[in-house]
């Protein structure tokens, strides 16, 4: 069952979110996706957390100015090793091939980085709309089922689906596989809205 929320609660909810904690966001809109995944990020660098944003729907430079506006201060923490924005060809379709072991090896060597430099965790998110570009659904929906509900390494990952780019794909039977990876499902946008998976 949905549970109806205000955005202030979906924002707060994210706020809060702890290592391990592996979550689906479906929006519509950009903004909206910005609205949650910055306010997502921000806390935790607030917290003394690093951040990792995998760009594929933007590039990282719109991301950085994106977060910028927001009130996110990209520079200083770039240069201190907190923040990074990465182009998806980098991290997700490395020579237009995906590679699943690869990228939770990307993830748990930024884990370890982090911990070294003396953050107290990792918040990552990304933007998925690569895998659906490149044909690569069937690898998406392994990869998710192989970071599962719960995260294996204790980062804190929110992963970002434009909900027409999914219905678009196959619809309800993506939907359900996508949604039984995650602990927990947001819905972003004017029907905002949360799932938590038993």
Known sequence: ???????????????????KDHAIMFYSKPEDKRQVLFTYLKAGLAQGEAAAYVASEETPSQIKQAMKRFG????????????????????????SKFD???TIKLWKKLYDEAIDKGFKGLRVTGETT?????GRVKELVKYEKALHK????????????DADVVAKEDGGK???????????????????????NP
């Open 150 to 161: 719960v995260l294996e390494f204790p980062m804190t990952a929110i992963c970002a689906y």
């Open 100 to 102: 699943m072991a690869k």
């Open 72 to 95: 996110i201060d990209v520079d200083r923490f770039e240069t201190s090793g907190a923040l990074h924005v990465i182009d998806y060809k980098d991290w997700y379709i490395i020579g």
């Open 130 to 134: 690569c895998f659906f570009k490149h």
């Open 1 to 19: 069952m949905i549970e109806r929320l205000e955005k202030s609660e979906i924002l707060e909810f994210v706020k809060r979110m702890k290592a």
């Open 174 to 196: 993506l939907y359900l596989n996508l949604i039984k990876a995650h602990g927990t499902v947001i819905f972003a946008g004017p029907e905002a809205g949360l799932v938590k």
